[in-house]
T-cell receptor
Framework: KAGVTQTPRYLIKTRGQQVTLSCSPI?????VSWYQQTPGQGLQFLFE???????NKGNFPGRFSGRQFSNSRSEMNVSTLELGDSALYLC???????????FGPGTRLTVL | AQSVTQLGSHVSVSEGALVLLRCNYS??????LFWYVQYPNQGLQLLLK??????LVKGINGFEAEFKKSETSFHLTKPSAHMSDAAEYFC???????????FGKGTRLHILP
């Protein structure tokens, strides 16, 4: 069974731009969560989608948004990028209610 | 609110020595607890999880963790460290099967030859 895939793996943007990251969960998994990982803050929860609905949300500004499609694939969007948004963005999926998260390799975003 | 504290952002042990990574949690209800490992340039991989079935949980790669409610701890151990264990380890908690999972800041494990 294929694992969680994330595209692109690396991204370089400049301040003020926006970016969209994509995540394809493991087949059959209905829950997709997004995390931001930085050296200073560690892993911070952004949001979780389950069956196309946002089920949980972390403490990030409204510039961070996401959505989930009917095939469970998810996208995350960051608008008006700031230098501090440079991070590894991880996507994780699970069957829903199963807790164990399966992580993708991440997208490394660099904001210049 | 639930939270996780990992003591020590860096831990160094000699190859063959005991590995002990500390995790303390805060949760108002019985928690679900996890340990994940992250190798360089990779996502996180589940090592083991506690879901109230047994207090001593065995995971992959020879790791195990013991849930101690009285100490609100879930420390990760491995009897004999191997060079391949060098990675970053994350403890995580949630109190509900459908709730978000909160991660600790991670502990980077260094193995000395």
């Amino acid at each position: 069974k294929a694992g969680v895939t994330q595209t692109p793996r690396y991204l370089i943007k400049t301040r003020g731009q926006q970016v969209t990251l994509s995540c394809s969960p493991i087949s059959g998994h209905r829950s997709v969560s997004w995390y931001q990982q930085t050296p200073g803050q560690g892993l911070q929860f952004l949001f979780e989608y389950f069956s196309e609905t946002q089920r949980n949300k972390g403490n990030f500004p409204g510039r961070f948004s996401g959505r989930q499609f009917s095939n469970s694939r998810s996208e995350m969007n960051v608008s008006t990028l700031e230098l501090g948004d440079s991070a590894l963005y991880l996507c994780a999926s699970n069957r829903g209610g199963a807790n164990e998260q399966f992580f993708g390799p991440g997208t490394r975003l660099t904001v210049l | 609110a639930q939270s996780v504290t990992q003591l020590g952002s860096h831990v160094s042990v000699s190859e063959g020595a005991l590995v002990l990574l500390r995790c303390n949690y805060s949760s108002s209800v019985p928690p679900y607890l996890f340990w994940y490992v992250q190798y360089p340039n990779q996502g996180l991989q589940l090592l083991l999880k506690y879901t109230s079935a047994a207090t001593l949980v065995k995971g992959i790669n020879g790791f195990e963790a013991e849930f101690k409610k009285s100490e609100t701890s879930f420390h990760l151990t491995k009897p004999s460290a191997h060079m391949s264990d060098a990675a970053e380890y994350f403890c995580a908690v949630t109190h509900d099967r459908d709730d978000k999972i909160i991660f600790g800041k991670g502990t980077r494990l260094h193995i000395l030859p």
